[in-house]
């Protein structure tokens, strides 16, 4: 039986485990975190392609697994609605699709495995842990994200690029929200563009997966330029004094960051959703980044995932795209008569998917970057209009006519 070591446990090597083990691999996940990943994640807009690549990896899907979403709306700075569309769509949590995934997989899961060396042989691959154990098989993934290690062992030069901005994250619980958002906001998409920033809200469902009303939760990302150096290093400085460059753990964000955040939020977004973020806790702060990579395998290793390209967020399709991934190379290693032909083939095929997406959705966060002289666009152009309707449209899917006056 052929062999595959999937580094990386979290949604992208779940799916492409579950997708190999259905065509006759055996399958060991190797995953670097000892506590389980359900709680990671907030909310996602499943695309029609990952609920494809969940019924390929062999998950039921519940006919509750989302809320349904009825309309997308954008909001000026009092409030007020300017743009509408009645668009029928549904949000889920993440970690209720991870856990779909993780029930529906039969190879073996290990947590706690921090591989540390990459070997590749003529006929196969091999890791070694940081506690001196290896595996071997015939394929190797790195499903390991942005900070992949096998990336790293295969192409050093990649590294991701910081693109200027953050966002703000965090979920409240549906029963500590006003009635007044729960019955005007809490089932649409909900855009505000404060000038050269984006807050994006939508329903998501709530703790073990639970879409009823009441029990749902909202889901906010606010994204917010920051510079590069002191001000972002101080953003990822926690409350024990260290910088977590590749990203904060959420207990650790300093509680005087959350607090002026929380009072920016007053002054800059419309009132309704100010107070949801007011009534948050455990908001969390996300750095955004680029990476782009010239190929996604070499000989018997390849990568899938945001081990190989992260798009910036604002298509919604970072686990769709991981999706593709895994379904696009369970179909060449089925499709050719050598491991090393199916990478190839894998990687010339989807390296164009992810530099198209990476491209696309850069040209989206573009308003929300500094300038060429490390200013923020609002700072130097205070009478510029805000935002332009083609914007609009392009961010939040709302039609060119059904958007009103800027």
Sequence with gaps: MKKAIVVGGSMAGVLLGNMLVRQGWKVDILERSREGLEGRGAGIVPQRSLLAALKRAGVTIPTDIGIRISKRVAYDRAGVPFATHFYDQYATSWSLLYNLLSDAFPGQFHAGCNVTEIIQQADGAAVILDDGRGFEGDLLIGADGMRSTVRRALFPEIQPRYAGYLSWRGMLEERYASSDFVENCFSALNFSFPRGEELIGYPVAGPNGNVDIGHRRFNIMWYRPVSPGAELRDKFTGT??????????????????????????????????????????????????????????????????????VARPHCGAGVSKAADDAACLADSLAANSTVEGAIAAFSAERTKAGRAAVEWAAKLGSYFQMDSNGHRRSDYAPDRPPISSEFIVQHTGIELSEVGKL
């Design 240 to 309: 024990d004094g260290i910088h977590y460059e590749n990203g904060i753990p959420p207990s650790l964000v300093r509680p005087e960051l959350v607090k002026a955040m929380k009072e920016e939020a007053h002054s800059l977004l419309p009132p309704i959703f100010a107070d949801v973020i007011a009534r948050m806790e455990g908001m969390f702060v996300q750095a955004i980044y680029d990476l782009e990579s010239d190929q996604m395998g070499r000989g018997r290793v390849a990568v899938i995932g945001d081990a190989a390209f």
